[in-house]
């Protein structure tokens, strides 16, 4: 278990923000590195041609680390969802197959799938959500000889509700079925390791769970994978992108690996400084500490919210960061205590059916006590 870091970010005592799941806010270390970088780029001459290089390996081999992969299978790019549709734009499917997703999926798993399935004569499938929350069996029964690609998250990120790669992937490799998963709402509080779990390509944003900035996230892509075409054609991954004098002979070859993936300017002088640092305070916490300690905030939520009319999955189906919980009166109700908890500076989401509870480090006993406080005062008796 790790102690209480709320001295690690900037959260006055009078807010509790039960919403990492919604936008991480930015570590100290992380701000630190970001003010270095604008004084380094108010002053260009301090910015070397190394920096376009260096900076970005670093990223890549810290979250190369993160997911038991090695740099030359990682990407640096923009958003999930340019990712995802990098993944959508290299696999294929034959007239008739179809691509397996979780109803209620997050958009940017779900539009390049539209692309690809609309491309190739495909169909989407949408496994619809289980009533007993179990969301490895329902996906195990709806797989079939027809699901070429299944585009799953590790936990769904309405309610953290759980999918069991673990089981999945096997059960896709069988069948010949390709893997691609965001990783958005569970990568740096959810151990994955893609050395154990065979995954096709895999996008995480950094601003959540990663600690990161808004604006930057990671692709991996297997090595099977690092042929593919790229999204953007920029120059920086093509092959000796290094040499700046020799940048107008132009090359047909890409950097190694999947660089070829790379976002143009993705060397962002801003952000990647601020990723890096996120990365190495993550990585110095681990996620398997973080999930954890995260995991003992939930429980005591759980259990405490019980007897107050508030429901949610038991533990097993459910990640251990996010906890989704269901109001009686549930939706327009929910919405509206929502809103009265936000008013006395205790913040959390709903969505979907669902209020979602997201803590961090930062989270302390007085945060807990302040939102099961509210909502015992706000609910009606
Ligand atoms: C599951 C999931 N994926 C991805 C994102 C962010 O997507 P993008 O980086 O495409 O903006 C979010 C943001 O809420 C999310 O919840």
């Not at 790019?77 to 197959?97: C, E, H, P």
């Not at 998963?181 to 390791?193: E, H, I, K, R, Y």
């Not at 002088?269 to 996120?278: D, H, Y």
């Not at 990585?283 to 007897?307: F, K, N, Q, S």
């Amino acid at each position: 278990m790790i102690p209480c870091q709320r001295h690690a970010f900037d959260i006055p005592d009078d807010v509790a923000y039960f919403n990492c799941a919604y936008m991480a806010p930015t570590l100290k270390v992380v701000r630190q590195a970001a003010e270095d970088a604008l004084a380094r780029t108010s002053q260009p001459w301090r910015v070397t041609p190394m920096d376009f290089f260096a900076p970005p390996e670093r990223a890549r081999a810290l979250f190369a680390q993160l997911i038991g992969a090695t740099a030359d299978d990682v990407a640096i790019v923009s958003s999930a969802s340019y990712g995802i549709s990098t993944a959508a734009k290299n696999l294929r499917l034959r007239r008739g197959q179809s691509i397996l997703l979780l109803e209620g999926e997050f958009p940017s798993n779900v539009y390049p799938w539209y692309e690809l399935a609309r491309r190739d004569g495909g169909t989407l499938r949408f496994v619809p959500r289980p009533q007993d929350g179990d969301w490895t069996a329902a996906i195990l029964r709806a797989l079939d000889d027809e699901v070429a690609i299944a585009a799953l998250p590790h936990c769904h990120w309405t309610d953290g509700s759980l999918v069991d790669l673990a089981r999945v992937s096997p059960a896709l490799q069988e069948r010949g079925a390709r893997l691609v998963l965001d990783v958005t709402q569970s990568l740096g509080a959810l151990p994955l390791d893609v050395s154990r779990i065979k995954v096709d390509f895999l996008a995480c944003a950094a601003y959540k769970w990663l600690l990161g900035p808004n604006g930057l996230s990671f692709l991996y892509a297997s090595p099977e994978h690092h042929n593919g075409d790229p999204l953007d054609y920029n120059w920086i991954n093509r092959e000796r992108s290094e040499d700046f004098a020799g940048l107008v002979n132009y090359r047909e070859g890409y950097q190694a690996g999947a660089r070829r993936y790379d976002v143009g300017e993705r060397s962002s002088f801003v952000l990647i400084p601020m990723a890096i640092a996120a990365l190495e305070q993550l990585l110095a916490w681990t996620p398997e500490a973080i999930m954890d300690t995260l995991g003992a905030v939930t429980d005591e939520l759980a259990a405490r919210l019980l007897p107050l009319g508030v429901h949610s999955l038991p533990a097993p189906l459910r990640a251990r960061h996010i906890l989704g919980v269901q109001f009686a009166e549930g939706g327009e109700r929910m919405a509206a205590m929502v809103e009265q908890l936000r008013a006395r500076k205790v913040f959390v989401s709903v969505r979907g059916q669902t209020a979602r509870l997201a803590p961090h480090l930062w989270t302390n006993q007085q945060d807990v006590e302040r939102l099961l406080a509210a909502v015992a005062d706000l609910r009606p008796r």
